[in-house]
């Protein structure tokens, strides 16, 4: 059962980070648009089905699933586990401010530039780059 458990939180994982690698992306180009236009409605509609409908149930999916794997491992006192936590913990931070901007885009209230958003889409990146190792090597 671990085993299927670990498989079904690394789809959970994957889904969301391309999610979270997405949708900053995406603003960089919706921050380009004119808005009102075609193009920035477009990107609504984009932006609100991959938060609404891919990110959210991942994300869930992968807290969920994750959790019932540390406790079947116990890895609640390990070092590794509780870095790895606090990471993920800024992941869903991140998640949570996406879903703000995605907001902010749908009412045309976004206040930052494509430069902006290209910083913010290399966030989740560092963070998971840094979750994989922990996770895999567990140094500590």
Do not use: C
């Amino acid at each position: 059962m671990y085993l299927t458990l670990k498989a079904l939180h690394i789809i959970a994982v994957i889904s969301w980070m391309a999610g979270l690698l997405y949708l900053p992306r995406l603003f960089v180009y919706h921050a380009q648009a004119t808005p009102g236009s075609e193009q920035s409605e477009t990107f609504k509609v984009m932006e609100r089905r991959l938060y609404k409908f891919i990110m959210m149930p991942a994300m869930i999916g992968a807290w969920v699933v994750g959790i019932v794997l540390a406790f079947e491992g116990q890895w609640f006192a390990s070092g590794w586990f509780i870095a790895k936590f606090i990471l993920v913990i800024a992941l869903t931070i991140m998640h949570g401010l996406l879903g703000h901007w995605t907001t902010e885009f749908s009412y045309d209230r976004n206040r930052h530039s494509q430069k902006f958003f290209r910083i913010v889409n290399e966030i989740p990146t560092v963070l998971m780059i840094v979750i994989v190792i922990l996770a895999t090597v567990k140094p500590f």
